[in-house]
């Protein structure tokens, strides 16, 4: 059986690393709702960064969530405000289908 990956998992207060923005039970309620009110299923699009550097020479693929949009076209345009791609960094633009399990947001 494989472990769950700390990090993929949503941690709602305050921030544990200086540079991070906590999530509030507001956060988690605004998403809920939007979830319900798409019927049960929401498909959003994640802005990620890539760190090329860290994903060659590092132990992994290092992608960080810069935004989330909820479709596709717009999550290109902020892809597009970072700049573009380059040797060391990459942009990527993945979908994302969350639903409700327990009345809490889960993907």
């Known amino acids: 059986m494989p472990t769950i990956d700390?990090?993929?998992v949503l941690h709602?207060?305050?921030p544990k690393h200086s540079g991070e923005t906590g999530i509030t039970p507001a956060?988690?309620?605004s998403v809920r709702q939007r979830?319900?009110?798409a019927g049960g299923t929401l498909t959003v699009w994640?802005?990620?960064h890539e760190d090329v550097y860290e994903s060659k020479f590092g132990d992994g693929t290092y992608?960080?969530?810069h935004g989330l949009a909820l479709?596709?076209?717009d999550a290109q345009k902020l892809a597009a405000l970072g700049g573009g791609n380059s040797e060391w960094v990459k942009w990527h633009v993945r979908s994302c289908r969350?639903?409700?399990k327990d009345n809490a947001p889960l993907p």
């Open 6 to 8: 700390k990090r993929n």
């Open 12 to 14: 709602v207060g305050p």
């Open 27 to 29: 956060m988690v309620e």
């Open 35 to 37: 979830i319900n009110d």
């Open 46 to 48: 994640a802005v990620l």
């Open 63 to 65: 992608l960080h969530v």
């Open 71 to 73: 479709n596709s076209a």
């Open 98 to 100: 969350l639903g409700l």
